[in-house]
C-alpha cells in the first residue's frame, strides 16, 4: 500500500525575515530622512518674514561673482568663502533659533549646535595642519597665514566656551538656556565674523604674490590640485554621519543668483545619499538648519 502523501507545511512569514526587515527599513526611512522632514521655503519678501541665518554675522560675497577672475587663487578663496557660509549660516541659525527653542526639543539643539563646533573645530585644525603649509610650500614664503594665525586666536577662546556650555547641559538638556547660549555666542561674534570674511580676501590676494605660479604652468597645475583635494577632504573626514549633513543642510544654493547650485561637484545621487541616508542617523537634529534640497526655509524654532 502506497503511503500517503505527506503535506508541504506552509512557510510563516515569520521564516522570512526579509519580509518584515524591508517594511520596518522602509519605515524607519520614511520617519528620520531629512527629505521626508517638514521645510516651509523662506520667502524674505513676505510681510510677516522672521529672521533667517543671514544675520547677525553677514555672509561672504565670493570673490568669483565679485571680480569674475578665474585664477587658483581667486577660485580656491571662492570655494572657501562657500564653505564659510555654510558654517555662518549655522552660526546664525543657532543665534536665532536658541531663545525659541521648545523643552521637547533641547536635546536636538544641542546636538546641532555641538556638530556646528565640531565642523568649525575641524575646519581649523585642518586648514593650520594641512592647507596652510601646501600653499606656504606652493609660494615659497611661510609669512602668508601671520594674520590668519592671529585671527584665529582671537576667537578660539570663545569658540571653547559655547562647547563647555553645551557639553554641560548635554545630559541634563532641561537646563539648556537659549538666552545663555547668545550671550556666550556675542562674546566671539566679531572676531569670528571678521576672520571669515578676512581669510578669503587673504586667499584670493595671493593671485598677485611675486612667486604666484604662471597661468598654465606645472606649478599653477599642482597648487590647483591641493585646494581641490583639500576642499573634497575637509569635510568628509570630519564626520559623515554628523558634519557632512549638518554642512549639505546650510548651503544655499540660490545665492549669487544660483551661480553656485551644483556646488559642490557631487553627483546628485551619493549627495542625496549623504543628506538622506547618513543624515538620517542623527535626523532630529536638523530641522533646525537653515536651508533643504539647497533653497533657504525658516528656521524651525521660529515657525
Keep these: 500500500m502506497t503511503p500517503p502523501a505527506k503535506l508541504q507545511s506552509r512557510r510563516s512569514i515569520l521564516d ?36 533667517w541665518a543671514d544675520a547677525p554675522i553677514k ?13 587658483i587663487f581667486t577660485t580656491g578663496a571662492t570655494h572657501m568663502a562657500l564653505l564659510h557660509n555654510a558654517i555662518l549660516r549655522g552660526y546664525n541659525s543657532i543665534y536665532q533659533q536658541a531663545p525659541h527653542v521648545k523643552p521637547t526639543d533641547k536635546s536636538d539643539f544641542i546636538g546641532y549646535a ?15 595642519a594641512t592647507l596652510f603649509p601646501k600653499v606656504e610650500e606652493v609660494l615659497k614664503d611661510n609669512t602668508i597665514w601671520e594674520g590668519t594665525h592671529k585671527e584665529h586666536e582671537a576667537f578660539l577662546g570663545g569658540l571653547a566656551k559655547f562647547e563647555k556650555y553645551l557639553r554641560d547641559v548635554e545630559a541634563q538638556p532641561a537646563r539648556f538656556d537659549g538666552a545663555e547660549l547668545v550671550r556666550i555666542m556675542d562674546g566671539f561674534q566679531e572676531p569670528f565674523g571678521e576672520h571669515f570674511h578676512s581669510e578669503i580676501a587673504t586667499i584670493a590676494a595671493l593671485a598677485d604674490h611675486p612667486n604666484a ?17 583639500w576642499g573634497k577632504s575637509t569635510v568628509t573626514k570630519a564626520g559623515t554621519l554628523d558634519v557632512v549633513p549638518f554642512f549639505l543642510l546650510n548651503l ?32 532630529r537634529w536638523w530641522k533646525f ?6 533653497r533657504p526655509r525658516k528656521l524651525y524654532a521660529l515657525q
Excluded at 262 to 281: D, Q, R, S, T
Aim: glycine fraction near 8%.
Design 114 to 128: 555641538l556638530t556646528w563646533h565640531k565642523f568649525v573645530a575641524t575646519h581649523h585644525d585642518d586648514e593650520e
Design 289 to 294: 538648519s537653515s536651508c533643504a534640497g539647497g
Design 16 to 51: 522570512r525575515p526579509i519580509l518584515i526587515a524591508i517594511p520596518i527599513l522602509i519605515g524607519l526611512f520614511i520617519t528620520r530622512s531629512p527629505f521626508f522632514m517638514s521645510a516651509p521655503a523662506l520667502d524674505p519678501a513676505a510681510a510677516d518674514a522672521k529672521p
Design 59 to 71: 555672509l561672504v560675497t565670493t570673490p568669483q561673482y565679485e571680480t569674475k577672475k578665474t585664477d
Design 252 to 283: 544655499d544654493g540660490t545665492a549669487e543668483e544660483g551661480a553656485w547650485a551644483n556646488w559642490p561637484p557631487i553627483p546628485g545621487p551619493i549627495k542625496w545619499g549623504l543628506v538622506n541616508i547618513a543624515g538620517a542617523w542623527h535626523s
Design 213 to 229: 605660479p604662471k597661468p598654465g604652468s606645472p606649478e599653477e597645475a599642482a597648487a590647483s590640485a591641493t585646494f581641490k583635494s
